[in-house]
């Protein structure tokens, strides 16, 4: 079983910087993927980054690239999703998902934090 917990989430203003972290525990978790997926109210979760296990490979998606950035410490099995010029429509629930896979689905991750807000006003 694999433990994931988010941190790092806050009220901003448009234009700072936030830097989430996702904590993992349990066996296997170092060697997952993680990815991290936002929604926000009344609409559907949506795909925000991702990175291999090695840290190696990363994804963003469009409304995202060139501003958010995906990392992870293997010694403190942590994954980070620094959040820079940060927009009021980047105001979600974050949350950061395991799996064996590589992806940008979130079917294919079977472990999934509690989530942490972010909100960005104008």
């Known amino acids: ?23 993992a525990s349990g066996r296997g978790s170092s060697t997952y993927g993680v990815a991290w997926f936002r929604q926000a109210p009344g609409k559907e979760r949506e795909f925000a980054a991702a990175i291999s296990w090695r840290g190696s490979i990363t994804s ?3 409304s995202v690239k060139g501003r958010f950035t995906i990392s992870r410490d293997s010694a403190k099995n942590t994954v980070y999703l620094q959040m820079n010029s940060l927009k009021p429509e980047d105001t979600a629930l974050y949350y950061c998902a395991a799996g064996p896979r590589f992806t940008r689905a979130a079917v ?13 006003s104008s």
């Open 1 to 23: 079983q694999v433990q994931l917990v988010e941190s790092g989430g806050g009220s901003v203003q448009a234009g700072d910087s936030l830097r989430l972290s996702c904590a």
């Open 60 to 62: 963003y998606a469009d």
């Open 108 to 120: 294919d991750y079977g472990f999934w934090g509690q989530g942490t807000q972010v909100t960005v």
